[in-house]
């Protein structure tokens, strides 16, 4: 399956925050940047201007310019046509920078778009990386509620009518935030990261049984809802009669494997009086101590040896 990413969609989502506007050729925004059929990011999409191996997106700040402006007029023009040559699809000019006029001139002779950005250009740059990666990554759907509980992304899945929409809504009440109800696209953007964002047709929405479908921006406001986050957890709701006999020292921690990157997993099984989102909420706090290195369960059979080795010392 290919991926293609055009000029006026990229326009579009970083318009605001790189403060993009149209220098030249916005009648050409349908052209194609890249089409990958491989969904691998590739870094050297965009970059710093690059005239022996040019980048699809071709960036220049002030050192550029100043290079073009170094350069005596034969070579400043052979410069310009080969920044223009069809090479690279697309020109930013960064910092808020004029755009010089031959420039200018030559984007619109070879129909080549020219923007600028407000942003100085490695910032310009790495936010056009950023979105290039998740652009092109590999993507893969999820059923279940994508949460970011204590700065934590938490993936709660499990059987339809377990629950999880409930379990979602007291989270949200108890100050944590939304991601995306019912179905999650996940993007791995590294070896080890995969990032979780919302469909956007299900965009601040969550679907409660017995209340029907809720505006959670509406509601609880703007801090409820988070655009995305990277996976770290995910929790299994079960029911309490299904649920397998479990280790009483270690719980049920395992790992599932989603995109070739490990994901920790916990179950928790789902019976009447068990308030199933403080008991989430210690999970991510069992989590984070796991992350730096503290297993309580580890430290609780050392502390069983002392006092037995005491006992017959």
Known sequence: MSTRLDIQTLYDALRKKLGLQWTSGEQHGTSIIHESTDNTPDLSLAGHLNLINPHCIQ??????????????????????????????????????????????????????PLLSSRLPSQETIRNLQYYLSKHFAEKITLHGVFMEVMGTGVLITGESSIGKSELALELLT??????????????????????????EML??????????????????????????????????????DEAIEMDRLHGSQRTRSIMDVEIPE????????????????????????????????????????????????
């Not at 034969?74 to 960064?94: E, K, M, T, Y």
């Not at 703007?222 to 995910?234: E, G, P, V, Y």
């Open 203 to 240: 965009r601040d929405f969550i679907e409660v049984r017995g209340l029907g479908i809720l505006n959670v921006r509406a509601m609880f406001g703007a801090s409820a809802i988070k655009s995305n986050r990277n996976l770290r957890l995910i929790i299994v709701l079960q029911d309490m």
């Open 59 to 112: 960036v220049l700040g002030e050192k550029e310019l100043a290079y073009l402006d170094s350069l005596k007029k034969n070579s400043r023009q052979d410069a310009v046509d080969q920044l223009f040559s069809g090479h690279s699809r697309l020109v930013i000019v960064a910092t808020g920078l004029a755009t010089p006029a031959d420039l200018q001139a030559a984007a619109e002779a070879r129909a080549i």
């Open 174 to 199: 108890r100050g944590h935030r939304l991601i995306a109800d019912d179905a999650t696209e996940f993007a791995r953007l590294a070896p080890d990261v995969i990032n979780g964002t919302c469909p």
């Open 266 to 313: 916990i179950t928790l099984p789902v019976g009447p009086g068990r308030n199933l989102a403080v008991l989430l909420e210690a999970a991510v706090r069992n989590h984070i101590l796991h992350t730096k290195g503290y297993d309580a369960s580890q430290a609780f059979i050392e502390r069983q040896k002392r006092r037995l080795e005491e006992a017959h010392g």
